[in-house]
C-alpha cells in the first residue's frame, strides 16, 4: 500500500548545500547529523545539522542503502571510499 506524500520547498531550501564530510554522533533520545564541507586549505565547515530520533534515522539509513543499491543497479557499483593510513605501531623516532 503506498500512500502519496507531497512536500513543499522554499527557493532557498531547494538550492541544496553540498557537503563532503558527515560526522554522526548521538544521545540516548537523538541522532546528530553534521554535513559539512572539507576543504583541503582547512578547517571542515558545517553547511547543515539534522537532528532526529533513533527510529527517524534507522529508517533514514534503510532508505539510503535501498536508494544506493537502486543506483548501483542503473550506473554500476559506487567505489569505497580510500581508508587513510593506520598509524604506525611500536616506539617511533
Known amino acids: 500500500m503506498s ?16 557537503s563532503n564530510l558527515a560526522v554522526i554522533s548521538h544521545t540516548p533520545t537523538e541522532f546528530f547529523i553534521d554535513f559539512a564541507l572539507a576543504q583541503p586549505q582547512g578547517v571542515a565547515q558545517v553547511v547543515a545539522r539534522i537532528i532526529t530520533n533513533p527510529r ?3 529508517a533514514l539509513a534503510h ?6 543499491r537502486k543506483y ?4 554500476g557499483e559506487i567505489p569505497d571510499m580510500p581508508q587513510p593510513p593506520a598509524p604506525p ?3 617511533q623516532a
Not at 3 to 11: G, H, Q
Not at 63 to 68: F, P, Q
Open 3 to 18: 500512500t502519496e506524500f507531497r512536500l513543499d520547498i522554499d527557493k532557498e531550501t531547494a538550492k541544496g548545500q553540498y
Open 56 to 58: 527517524h534515522a534507522k
Open 63 to 68: 532508505s539510503l542503502l535501498d536508494n544506493i
Open 72 to 75: 548501483e543497479e542503473q550506473f
Open 89 to 91: 605501531e611500536g616506539p
